[in-house]
């Protein structure tokens, strides 16, 4: 396991919070055929869900690490981790890990292991609330012009109905625009979130609890706008039942939330069963986390953009080589597995601790 710190190129400001900078952990796992890595998604408090990066390592170093079989590959991990109750992030980083080493010994990508069907992605980005309107467009404006095919904008009770006005008054009604709530709303909000009926969002993200399906399935009734679950989505199941209850019509689907790619591509499955449009989120990732993520959003059920931004979103300096815009897109990595790996140097600079735990 290895702590890096990633600072990052601006705050992040959220309904929950600011980020300014990430401690990413991530988990290498070496087998006598080949090594691969896993990014654990967890935040350093567990403000966006109950992990934290300090608890996803102390769940890897007692009992999710204890719990791998001698030999197994992702499937046989993927088991073998349920009897421990959530962590999923903690989870999704080893069993990652495994199978990038899997794959790389197989010669096999990511991409082609999940089922892409394509081998570039079109991109969007998150933008964070911002301390003003005129600071917010002008954020706007650079990821416009830099190629970005979709914003997202994060809001919370007074920052929501002036700031999509502005971006749609500015930017016009083409640009593909939705907003994300991280939870910051109740149900005493419906009227006021009907307001943003009015601006042609693609959706509205998580406006409800991050536990709730109930209360997100009532609001789908009383606005227009198209509800996207986040945080209430942490297995297929969950997916399943949000469908059934009518609580969204999309679904973000994050790796590090759901336990890893093969719970990723469950909800993938089924969301396209019922003709759920899926998109994939983000975590603040590093190249190794984005490679990944690129990947999964290359499946053909990925019909929105997703928050698969470029390296340069996030840090001036990737771990990795850099995941770089192209007219909007990003390339799904070709080679084995995640398809790259962090550069030596960049890794060691960036590394505050490390810790080897034999099997
Ligand atoms: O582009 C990215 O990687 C970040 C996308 C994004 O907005 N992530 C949000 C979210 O709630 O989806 C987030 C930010 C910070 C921490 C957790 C989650």
Redesign the pocket.
Known sequence: MRRIAMPLVAP?R?SFGT?TARDVLLVRVVTPDAEGWGECAA?SEP??SSEHVGGAAEALRRFLIPALPRHADAYGVNRALEAVKGHRMAKAALETAVLDAQLRAAGESFGRFLGAARDRVPCG??VGIMNSIPELLDAVAGYVEEGYVRI?L?IEPGWDVAPVRAVRERFGDDVLLQV?A?AAYTLVDARHLARLDDFGLLLI??PLADDDLVQHARLAREIRTPICL??SIESAAHAAAAISLGACSIV?I?PGRVGGYLEARRIHDLCRAHGVPVWC?????TGLGRAANVALAALPGFTLPG???ASG??FEIDITDPFVLEDGHLPVPAGPGLGLAPIPEILDRATTSTEWIPL
Do not use: I, P, W
């Open positions: 992040f959220t980020e935040m403000l966006y980005v998150s997202k994060k994300d991280n993200e998580q986040d945080e973000n994050k989120g983000g975590m603040l990732e928050d698969t931004s979103r996030y």
